[in-house]
């Protein structure tokens, strides 16, 4: 139950205009970038695609080729460009499901820190150049929990880090560790344990909804001040999982986080969803444009508004199409 699958299903497919190139590639080798990789002591970034994938086509032509991304790539990694259709069974190895999915691998082929979708450049850019400072933590995080298994805040931080990576397996484990030795939230690491149990479900390509509706309300209950600035995502996240089944609810719920966490990060996302909601399931686009221009309006910083002006070119085509739609229904 991605949000991208949930509020965003305003996506329209994309034209191929014509890969630009820029990086130095390797195609579809993957023993031959790790053996690079080995030889030049950097870390793989494999991007994976397909040739109908119009998003990927899209980070291709215009977040790989701008300068800035393709210098810090060609310079800082092994690059491996690998279609998804021709080797599924690679593909099943790391987990691949939506594309495009960008992965950064050690040349063992350990992923440490993984972007699924589209990113412009610049934030793109600033994603990949964490990459290497974050395999280092993790290392070192290793090691620190290793000497000291009661180290609450370093499984903590390492759990983060594995789920950035995409090992999801891995990162729960720490954080089911890091709720063990906090408990009762005395140092304020459970409910953030917690959070991040729920959302990882709820981000997966096939989430135990019971598992997150718990995950999620152990949050509430052990920050009912929202005093570590959860308890408003928390609930974003148990109205997402409303939506397909009671949006009316759904809506209710988005609304009160809106009115009880004014200007909070939750907040920013409930208004995007209402907005999501209002065009998906309503057909109601003004109404939606409405909201999404209120979230850029009172909320410009915030990661959802900087989504609106796309969202709004998408609206207005969704609802030029319902037009023309209803003009040829009254024309029969």
Same mark, same amino acid.
């Given at each position: 139950?991605?949000?991208?699958?949930?509020?965003?299903?305003?996506?329209?497919?994309?034209?191929?205009?014509?890969?630009?190139?820029?990086?130095?590639?390797?195609?579809?080798?993957?023993?031959?970038?790790?053996?690079?990789?080995?030889?030049?002591?950097?870390?793989?970034?494999?991007?994976?695609?397909?040739?109908?994938?119009?998003?990927?086509?899209?980070?291709?032509?215009?977040?790989?080729?701008?300068?800035?991304?393709?210098?810090?790539?060609?310079?800082?990694?092994?690059?491996?460009?690998?279609?998804?259709?021709?080797?599924?069974?690679?593909?099943?190895?790391?987990?691949?499901?939506?594309?495009?999915?960008?992965?950064?691998?050690?040349?063992?082929?350990?992923?440490?820190?993984?972007?699924?979708?589209?990113?412009?450049?610049?934030?793109?850019?600033?994603?990949?150049?964490?990459?290497?400072?974050?395999?280092?933590?993790?290392?070192?995080?290793?090691?620190?929990?290793?000497?000291?298994?009661?180290?609450?805040?370093?499984? %903590?931080?390492? @759990?983060? +880090?594995?789920? /950035?990576?995409? !090992?999801?397996?891995? &990162?729960?484990?720490? $954080?089911?560790? =890091?709720?063990?030795?906090?408990?009762?939230?005395?140092?304020?690491?459970?409910?953030?344990?917690?959070?991040? %149990?729920?959302? @990882?479900? +709820?981000?997966? /390509?096939?989430? !135990?909804?019971?598992? &997150?509706?718990?995950? $999620?309300?152990? =949050?509430?209950?052990?920050?009912?001040?929202?005093?570590?600035?959860?308890?408003?995502?928390?609930?974003?996240? %148990?109205?997402?999982?409303? +939506?397909?089944?009671?949006?009316? !609810?759904?809506k209710a719920a988005l609304e009160k986080v809106v009115a009880d966490y004014p200007k909070s990060d939750g907040a920013g996302e409930a208004?995007?969803?209402?907005?999501?909601?209002?065009?998906?399931?309503?057909?109601?686009?003004?109404?939606?444009?409405?909201?999404?221009?209120?979230?850029?309006?009172?909320?410009?910083?915030?990661?959802?508004?900087?989504?609106?002006?796309?969202?709004?070119?998408?609206?207005?085509?969704?609802?030029?199409?319902?037009?023309?739609?209803?003009?040829?229904?009254?024309?029969?």
């Amino acid at each position: 139950m991605r949000v991208a699958m949930i509020a965003l299903g305003l996506v329209l497919g994309l034209t191929r205009l014509g890969f630009a190139g820029g990086l130095d590639w390797i195609e579809n080798d993957y023993d031959k970038a790790l053996a690079k990789a080995k030889e030049s002591g950097k870390l793989v970034h494999v991007h994976w695609g397909a040739d109908w994938c119009g998003w990927c086509h899209k980070l291709e032509d215009e977040t790989l080729s701008a300068d800035a991304v393709r210098e810090f790539m060609n310079s800082t990694f092994v690059n491996l460009k690998i279609d998804k259709d021709k080797y599924g069974q690679l593909a099943e190895k790391f987990h691949v499901g939506g594309i495009p999915d960008t992965q950064f691998l050690t040349a063992e082929g350990r992923v440490v820190k993984r972007i699924v979708g589209y990113l412009p450049a610049e934030d793109f850019l600033a994603a990949v150049k964490t990459v290497p400072e974050s395999w280092k933590k993790i290392q070192d995080l290793e090691a620190s929990v290793a000497k000291d298994d009661k180290d609450g805040a370093s499984r %903590l931080e390492l @759990a983060k +880090l594995l789920g /950035d990576a995409g !090992d999801a397996e891995a &990162a729960a484990k720490q $954080l089911h560790l =890091v709720i063990e030795i906090d408990k009762d939230n005395a140092k304020g690491l459970a409910v953030e344990a917690w959070w991040l %149990l729920g959302d @990882a479900q +709820l981000s997966s /390509d096939e989430p !135990d909804i019971a598992i &997150a509706k718990e995950a $999620l309300g152990k =949050v509430v209950a052990l920050d009912p001040k929202n005093e570590k600035g959860r308890v408003d995502n928390a609930a974003v996240k %148990l109205a997402e999982i409303l +939506l397909e089944s009671n949006p009316k !609810d759904a809506k209710a719920a988005l609304e009160k986080v809106v009115a009880d966490y004014p200007k909070s990060d939750g907040a920013g996302e409930a208004m995007f969803m209402i907005g999501a909601a209002m065009a998906n399931t309503d057909s109601d686009f003004d109404g939606a444009a409405a909201m999404f221009k209120k979230l850029a309006a009172e909320m410009p910083d915030d990661p959802w508004a900087k989504r609106v002006p796309d969202v709004l070119k998408q609206l207005e085509m969704m609802k030029n199409k319902k037009d023309g739609g209803d003009d040829k229904e009254e024309g029969k």
